[in-house]
């Protein structure tokens, strides 16, 4: 094979398949050939021209795939061995390198944004960024592995308990996985969607309760569901301000908030009530250690997928895809390649 393609953003809204070369691994990379790309909100706003990237790019951050070679220096992976990709790698010796926070890396790079990613037939990149994974697993299955890998953290950060009652703020992918995780460990979970679309999703993945924040009771349905003045624990995938200044409102005093999602907007929390009752807000921040895990749960079908994909697109088409991304029945948009 002498080229590849690849779907390459040349500015804003302007995606075009292009004929690429074929690259080859330098020490310590591996080449990838993509099987599935899934498409984000933050891929989405590259694409629009909200977040700059340097022309052209190669898009596309949560891939998975098969590795088709490797460079000197590589022992995690070998040729033939199906992986997730983790789209992030550090610099590894700055402070927060060094103490483990590699996550908050201020030089980290992200795959597909700083650097060209999965809508392509093959990526190049470090071997240390391919986790590998059953080779019985399914596409779709294992393509979920990025996001959940971000709730993995997140649930992690806010120290889940058996027995707790939870609440999940935003019913998108991330919530989605994240209402899933919870009642793996033993919680149960208030759903909270901003209309009602999707409350049979959400139960039939095991949602006990759900509630809209746009019927202005989200509060009364959080006490209510926890028989007490609020949850334990609440994780924000929403990632929008509004978002933020309503969780606080669900937790009782005590308890426990973890950020995921990103708002890109500022907002006006109500702090009084942050400090009177004594909340705890978390941040969590993309993943750590967390995406061997991910693909664990995800290949032992402890997390399940099949309702979460609900758009897919051939590599041609991916401009469909942003659009798709947009539209109010989909969850996760894919690029099948
Ligand atoms: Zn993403
Ligand atoms: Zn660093």
């Not at 993509?34 to 498409?39: I, T």
């Not at 009752?277 to 290949?299: D, K």
């Amino acid at each position: 094979m002498s080229g590849m393609h690849a779907a390459v953003l040349r500015g804003p809204r302007d995606v075009r398949v292009e004929q690429r070369a074929q690259p080859s691994p330098g020490p310590g990379e591996a080449i990838v050939r993509v099987f599935a790309s899934g498409l984000c909100g933050t891929d989405y706003r590259i694409w629009n021209g909200d977040r700059p990237v340097d022309y052209p790019r190669v898009m596309g951050h949560e891939f998975i795939g098969e590795v088709m070679a490797v460079g000197g220096d590589v022992s995690n992976v070998r040729p033939g061995q199906k992986v997730a990709v983790e789209p992030n790698y550090s610099c590894g010796h700055c402070p927060l390198c060094r103490e483990g926070n590699r996550n908050l890396c201020l030089s980290r790079t992200a795959i597909g944004i700083d650097v060209d990613g999965g809508f392509a037939e093959q990526a190049r990149l470090p071997a240390r960024c391919c986790w590998p994974a059953p080779a019985a697993i399914d596409d779709d299955q294992l393509m979920l592995a990025e996001p959940l890998a971000v709730v993995v953290r997140a649930v992690g950060r806010g120290e889940a308990r058996r027995g707790e009652r939870a609440a999940v703020l935003g019913v998108g992918a991330l919530g989605l996985l994240a209402i899933q995780l919870l009642k793996s460990r033993g919680l149960a979970v208030l759903a909270i969607g901003r209309t009602d679309r999707r409350e049979g999703l959400a139960r039939e993945l095991g949602a006990d309760e759900f509630t809209t924040t746009s019927s202005g009771h989200a509060p009364e349905a959080a006490r209510s569901f926890s028989g007490r003045e609020g949850v334990d624990l609440l994780v924000e995938t929403a990632g929008t301000g509004a978002a933020v200044e309503q969780a606080v409102e669900l937790v009782r005093p005590g308890g426990r908030l973890v950020l995921t999602g990103l708002p890109h907007e500022p907002s006006t929390v109500g702090f009084f009530g942050v400090v009177r009752r004594e909340l705890t807000i978390i941040g969590s921040m993309i993943y750590q250690q967390e995406f061997p895990e991910a693909v664990r749960l995800l290949s032992a079908g402890v997390v399940k997928v099949d309702r979460l994909v609900t758009h897919r697109f051939p590599l041609e088409r991916i401009q469909e895809a942003f659009a798709a991304h947009r539209s109010p029945e989909s969850i996760k948009v894919t690029v099948v390649i």
